[in-house]
């Protein structure tokens, strides 16, 4: 079955750049996702489409894909942002949706 | 404001079902598609299926093939994830999340979460 494979854990101090990788063999074919979760609160979308950003989403966030592998960019990095961090593709014939593993994205 | 509100916790014995609803509000239902996702705790996100609201059409992850079923009443807006014969290892947070024209099919509305718990 179809895997993103994403790093675990992030560590950044306030105010630099956080980068969260995901890698898929779909991925340039499919578009990526970015959801940020807090405990015990919904996902929220903070990418689509690899790098387009819905309003009310910061624009410290971005997204951005080259090959196998998408990147979600946290620039000056707010305690606030501390989360888990989970993107979502399809496989390559876009009927079966899948998430990464999740990053623990910690602050400093 | 667009909204998705699910039914309330439910406690189930295993091998029933059950059934969880997703009321949607401020938005066009018809034009959007829902998808079903949960959360076992402390655990990744896991997809389960989704609808196309308007043509009714599901897919669904081969892992829940057999046992899951979303549908949708428009007349209520409301979509529905039945998942049965239900085991221990089903407890999970189970969330509902719509995708819209507007932002170019993006899952950017999500409902509260359902807590599902299966236990004897």
């Known amino acids: 079955s179809y895997e993103l494979t994403q790093p675990p854990s992030v560590s950044v101090s306030p105010g630099q750049t956080a980068r969260i990788t995901c890698s898929g063999d779909?991925?340039?074919?499919?578009?990526a996702y970015w959801y940020q979760q807090k405990p015990g609160q919904a996902p929220v979308l903070v990418i689509y489409k690899d790098s387009e950003r819905p309003s009310g989403i910061p624009e410290r966030f971005s997204g951005s894909s080259s090959g196998t592998t998408v990147t979600l960019t946290i620039s000056g990095v707010q305690a606030e942002d501390e989360a888990d961090y989970y993107c979502q593709s399809a496989d390559s014939s876009g009927t079966t949706w899948v998430f990464g593993g999740g990053t623990k994205l910690t602050v400093l | 404001q667009m909204q998705l509100v699910q039914s309330g916790p439910e406690v189930k014995k295993p091998g029933t079902s059950v059934k969880v609803s997703c009321k949607a509000s401020?938005?066009?239902?018809?034009?959007?598609?829902v998808q079903w996702v949960r959360q076992a705790r402390g655990q990744r996100l896991e997809w389960i299926g989704w609808?196309?609201?308007?043509?009714?059409?599901?897919n669904y992850a081969q892992k829940f093939q057999e046992r899951v079923t979303i549908t949708r009443d428009m007349s209520t807006s409301t979509a529905y994830m039945e998942l049965s014969s239900l085991r221990s290892e089903d407890t999970a947070v189970y969330y509902c999340a719509a995708a819209r024209v507007a932002v170019k099919w993006a899952f950017d509305i999500w409902g509260q979460g359902t807590m599902v718990t299966v236990s004897s």
């Open positions: 779909a991925l340039p074919k499919q578009y």
């Open positions: 401020g938005f066009t239902f018809t034009s959007s598609a």
């Open positions: 609808i196309v609201v308007g043509s009714g059409n599901t």
